[in-house]
């Protein structure tokens, strides 16, 4: 009974917190994670801590400003709440290097929330990073990794850079085995 009730309170505090981000309250959300808080974002290499998260939430909040999370299923089971469904948003400020497209974009979205003496203290955050750059009208390119192509000049020179040190590095500075082998 105890474990139902505090994740009924886990599960309250967790939709308080996206529906603060979403009207954006920023500094009400704020309040509601733990100053320790580690954050597992989908695209990072390591995990954040609440100021580069606060960051990352303020270029989202400013590249949608009315951006909103519609979620299909919430999920609480003691300390951990879990949410599955969709964030919604018009693209009208730079995101992530990119300029305001004015594209509406719906991508899936999935958040699983830890939750000790009522602050969120850690955060796991995955995004269909996919179809939001898709959306957005970005191209992938195949080469070397993955060539972001904006159909921009500065893309297409570093595309050719690319390829330019790729011959430049195939290009053996030595002879080879074969050669070596011959002269003898």
């Known amino acids: 009974m105890f474990h139902d009730l505090l ?21 009400e959300a704020l309040t509601l994670l733990s100053p320790d808080l580690i954050a597992h974002m989908s695209g990072m290499d ?37 949410t599955c469904g969709f964030f ?10 990119l300029p305001p ?22 955060h796991w955050g995955q ?10 009208g970005v191209k992938l390119v195949p080469g070397p990794g993955v060539l972001l192509k904006l159909g921009l000049k500065a893309s297409r020179h570093l595309q050719q850079e690319t390829f330019a ?7 053996p500075d030595y002879p080879s085995q074969t050669q070596t082998r011959n002269r003898s």
Do not use: C, W
């Open 88 to 97: 919604i948003g018009t693209h009208l400020g730079p995101f992530q290097g």
């Open 101 to 122: 497209t004015g594209k509406v974009i719906r991508f899936a979205v999935m958040h699983l929330d830890r939750v000790s003496y009522g602050k969120i203290i850690e």
């Open 46 to 82: 390591e995990p954040l801590g609440l100021a580069a998260f606060d960051r990352i939430g303020t270029e989202v909040y400013n590249a949608f400003p009315d951006g909103r999370h519609e979620f299909s299923q919430v999920i609480a089971h003691r300390d951990t709440v879990t």
């Open 127 to 136: 995004g269909d990073r996919l179809s939001l750059v898709q959306q957005l």
């Open 165 to 171: 040190r790729l011959r430049a590095i195939a290009q």
């Open 7 to 27: 994740a009924t309170q886990n599960k309250a505090l967790v939709l308080q917190f996206y529906k603060s981000f979403d009207n954006r309250r920023l500094s």
